[in-house]
Nanobody
Framework: QVPLVESGGGSVQAGGSLNLSCTASGIRTVRCMGWFRQGAGKEREGVAGISTGGAVTYYSDSVKGRFTISRDNAKKTLYLQMGSLKPEDSAMYYC?????????????????????WGQGTQVTVSS
């Protein structure tokens, strides 16, 4: 069973919005979760992270104020609301989760903290 399944990517014009979802039905216990993205020819980078209970969130400087991460633990689902999209937001977006690590400000974007990854969903923003 695939641990994480993303949905919601697509194409949008600059200034538009998109919402991503990620269901963790293949993982028994889910703690820290996050969204990462990888643009063409670039390293995979952390976009946003959220603590186990959802009370604490983290964002990269490039998306702060434009993106919102949230989760519904009853549904084991992670969300990313993306607004005021820019062409530089174009990338493959990945959902990530850990069963043992809870997020903190120093390491929420460290890929090695997350053993579970989704297959990715493409986001394309045109100017």
């Amino acid at each position: 069973q695939v641990p994480l399944v993303e949905s919601g990517g697509g194409s949008v014009q600059a200034g538009g919005s998109l919402n991503l979802s990620c269901t963790a039905s293949g993982i028994r216990t889910v703690r820290c979760m996050g969204w990462f993205r990888q643009g063409a020819g670039k390293e995979r980078e952390g976009v946003a992270g959220i603590s186990t209970g959802g009370a604490v969130t983290y964002y990269s400087d490039s998306v702060k104020g434009r993106f919102t991460i949230s989760r519904d633990n009853a549904k084991k689902t992670l969300y990313l609301q993306m607004g005021s999209l820019k062409p530089e937001d174009s990338a493959m977006y990945y959902c990530a989760a850990s069963s043992w690590y809870d997020c903190n400000s120093g390491s929420w974007s460290v890929r090695s903290r997350f053993p579970y990854w989704g297959q990715g969903t493409q986001v394309t923003v045109s100017s």
